[in-house]
């Protein structure tokens, strides 16, 4: 495929792209927030249980990942993401309103199940629209909608919070992707083919790229086999050690910040944008070199294997150095982020079209799994120990393992090679 064919693709694609996700972890981050600002001494919630409900959400965004990609790989991704905004966006403002902690623990697992399909979904979308040259950026530019969300959202968050109180804060971030919703309907189809903006040409240039690239992978008949490939077995692993650092830096760093020094909301919500902004720039840079080299395991384990640095040496640091320690968690945000682009650019790669998505999906449900052990147990080791420095040494543990099993990963040989193989031991 030229690479200048149907470059609107991206103007058209992205922004939509970066949006949705975007409001899908306004909707899961947020909650970080409201930890710090009182929820738990409003509601009675012990410092154990507000580590537990904080992950939740990732408990019930596990158990419906798989069905909800088989749906988008086989239905629409566009009807199926129409209908989670909706959900999503009426389930995070509603949590504005809970009076107890039942209510609290329900309305965290629900939005967990809303939101469980939108990244395979996306994922699908993203391999529906663009060829493995481009794959590492549009993944980044998907999930760029973490970061940038988050160094925006703990600004705003901070401010809502200094406010009005996290009430407020929750109902003001919600409804947002209700509203989305609808916008997403009316610009978003499944594939080039069902859009009138692209040329006949186009059309046939992305369809025949995409079918070209299906050609070199080695065929899978099922979601069983291709779940029992060392190759995704490794990656599920791999994802969910990776996940218990990011979520619990994500849900954590707030009150981690809070705690360790006498700084009010408001400046706590500017410093902890400050690894997002970081993260953005990594990203993006990362997603490019892995694009222009065609290459994937190198731009994910050094990154990773530094995040695990920054995390031990913001432990070793301790409190009493509040600064480097920030400093260092900074560092560690930005290369925790930084190779998403290239990892989930690999699947596609190994695995044909038929299913590659159930295939992202599990992965991607294993990393939640992962994200609820890394938001439980950092938040139950800042309660119990008073201090975050466990928090960094269970975190930098989770990356350096991450790392031996990106490296343990091997790619599968290509269907042509296959077969080009057993022709020549044929004889033919």
């Not at 694609?13 to 909650?31: C, E, G, H, K, Q």
């Not at 699908?124 to 993944?139: D, K, L």
């Not at 080299?293 to 301790?318: D, E, H, N, Q, T």
Request: proline residues 5%.
């Amino acid at each position: 495929m030229p690479a200048n064919l149907a470059p609107r693709r991206w103007w058209a694609i992205m922004p939509i792209v970066f949006i949705t996700y975007s409001l899908a972890y306004l909707d899961r981050a947020n909650y970080g927030f409201a930890s710090a600002a009182g929820i738990n001494k409003d509601l009675g919630v012990s410092a154990g249980l507000s580590s537990l409900i904080g992950a939740l959400f990732f408990l019930g965004y596990f158990f419906f990942q798989i069905p909800g990609a088989i749906y988008a790989e086989r239905r629409s991704v566009r009807k199926l993401v129409f209908v989670s905004l909706i959900l999503w966006g009426a389930c995070a403002a509603l949590t504005g309103v809970v009076a107890n902690v039942p209510s609290l623990i329900a309305i965290r697992f629900l939005l967990g199940v809303v939101e469980a399909a939108v990244m395979p979904a996306m994922l699908i979308f993203i391999s529906n629209w663009f060829t493995r040259a481009e794959r590492s950026r549009a993944n980044t530019f998907l999930i760029l909608g973490n970061p940038v969300t988050v160094l925006w959202m703990s600004v705003v968050s901070g401010y809502l919070v200094h406010a009005f109180g996290w009430r407020e804060m929750f109902i003001a971030e919600g409804f947002p992707a209700v509203i989305w919703a609808f916008c997403w309907w009316a610009l978003a189809r499944d594939t080039p083919r069902e859009v009138k903006w692209l040329s006949a040409e186009d059309k046939r240039g992305i369809d025949a790229a995409l079918a070209a690239e299906q050609a070199t992978i080695k065929p899978v008949r099922n979601y069983a086999e291709a779940f029992r490939s060392p190759a995704v077995v490794k990656l599920c692993a791999q994802y969910f050690c990776w996940s218990i650092g990011v979520y619990g830096f994500v849900l954590w760093l707030p009150s981690i910040l809070k705690n360790g020094s006498a700084l009010g909301m408001v400046a706590t919500g500017w410093l902890s944008a400050l690894p997002y902004l970081m993260a953005t720039i990594a990203m993006l840079v990362v997603s490019w070199a892995s694009d222009k080299l065609r290459v994937r395991k190198a731009f994910v384990w050094p990154s990773l294997l530094i995040g695990a640095a920054a995390f031990a040496a913001s432990y070793a640091l301790g409190s009493t150095h509040f600064w480097l320690s920030y400093a260092m968690l900074v560092i560690a945000g930005a290369a925790m982020y930084a190779p998403y682009g290239p990892f989930f650019a690999i699947v596609p790669e190994l695995l044909p079209k038929n299913v590659a998505g159930g295939a992202m999906a599990l992965i991607n449900s294993m990393g939640a799994l992962g994200s609820f052990v890394g938001s439980y147990f950092v938040g139950y080791l800042n309660g119990a120990t008073g201090s975050p420095a466990a928090s960094y040494a269970f975190m930098s543990a989770a990356l350096v393992a991450s790392v031996l099993l990106t490296l343990a990963v091997k790619a599968q040989p290509e269907a042509s090679a296959a077969l080009g193989a057993h022709a020549h031991a044929s004889g033919k």
